[in-house]
């Protein structure tokens, strides 16, 4: 229903001011929280259902500072492994050691960091966490909406740095995935299952930093003239080629990820043996 405030401004009830948003004068003044028939709250759903149990996953196997490593596979949760790492986890030396808590713990930030700050993932848990709004034609419960211009919002617009951050966690997972094609004495030649998960794993890792939107920025912004820089400009198609499946490669990732660490986590529990192709 539409009043009037206490300036004797036109509102409708819940919604702000009538000059802004759902709210304005062009808008159909409509009581239903949405007119849509189809199923729009399967995707927020979906969405929150499979991040929660991600977070949940992850935050456990981050405390648990144990079942990290059977050689020649280390959890990408733990790499690289700086703190107080077991025998054999630490390619990179052990510069915290003095860490009292996990190891994961040290480095996780930084891939989190990416992650939460990612323009996917933004849209991802707006809509599924925040309602903010929930779907397109629907409107969100928030009486107001600042933007990313305050806390905590406004460290969205360190994307860019993390992702800094991403490529050199990427680079660190494809050395630990061409050192997985050695064996328990260091021999190379080995392939076990673990090293096929690896390789899918880290595929997905760059094809996920890669495509991101400030990697697009990155190799093709800020150009008047694309004909003078013909480097980033291919650069440019081809990430913004990649760019158009951002979204699958950021779910892809995340559930290669998730694979690769439980696969370590039942190897290292002695579950069972990982199986050797040669």
Same mark, same amino acid.
């Given at each position: 229903?539409?009043s009037t ?17 759902v709210?304005?004068p062009?808008r159909?003044?409509i ?11 399967l ?9 929660s149990?991600f ?5 456990v ?24 790492c077991v ?6 030396g052990?510069?915290f ?8 713990l ?17 849209k991802a ?5 925040w ?15 600042s ?8 460290l ?8 800094y ?5 990427g @680079?660190?997972?494809?050395?630990d !995935?061409?050192? =997985?094609?050695? +064996? *328990?004495? &260091?021999e ?21 930093t890669l495509?991101c ?12 003239h694309?004909s003078?820089?013909? @480097?980033?400009?291919?650069?440019? !198609?081809?990430? =913004?080629?990649l +760019? *158009?499946? &951002?979204?699958?490669?950021a ?9 690769v660490?439980?696969?370590v ?9 990982d199986?050797?192709?040669?």
């Amino acid at each position: 229903m539409a009043s009037t405030d206490a300036r004797g401004t036109a509102t409708r009830d819940g919604d702000g001011p009538l000059g802004a948003g759902v709210g304005g004068p062009t808008r159909a003044l409509i009581e239903d929280r949405t007119l849509r028939q189809d199923r729009w709250w399967l995707y927020p759903l979906t969405t929150f259902v499979v991040f929660s149990a991600f977070v949940v996953y992850a935050t456990v196997r981050a405390f648990m500072g144990s079942r990290y490593y059977d050689s020649p596979y280390l959890s990408p949760f733990y790499s690289p492994c700086l703190g107080d790492c077991v025998d054999g986890a630490s390619d990179f030396g052990q510069p915290f050691s003095w860490w009292p808590l996990s190891a994961a713990l040290i480095i996780l930030i930084f891939p989190l960091g990416f992650r939460m700050t990612c323009y996917y993932y933004r849209k991802a848990y707006y809509r599924s966490f925040w309602l903010s709004p929930p779907a397109c034609g629907v409107a969100e419960p928030h009486a107001a909406y600042s933007g990313e211009t305050r806390f905590p919002l406004i460290l969205q617009n360190a994307h860019r740095w993390f992702w800094y951050a991403a490529v050199v966690i990427g @680079v660190i997972l494809t050395y630990d !995935t061409v050192i =997985s094609f050695r +064996n *328990a004495d &260091h021999e190379w030649g080995h392939m076990g299952l673990g090293s096929v998960l690896m390789v899918v794993n880290v595929a997905f890792i760059w094809a996920y930093t890669l495509s991101c939107h400030s990697c697009r920025h990155i190799v093709g912004g800020r150009m008047r003239h694309f004909s003078k820089h013909p @480097v980033r400009y291919k650069l440019w !198609t081809w990430v =913004s080629k990649l +760019n *158009a499946r &951002h979204a699958t490669f950021a779910w892809a990732s995340l559930f290669s990820i998730w694979l690769v660490d439980l696969y370590v986590l039942l190897l290292a529990s002695n579950v069972f043996d990982d199986p050797r192709f040669f």
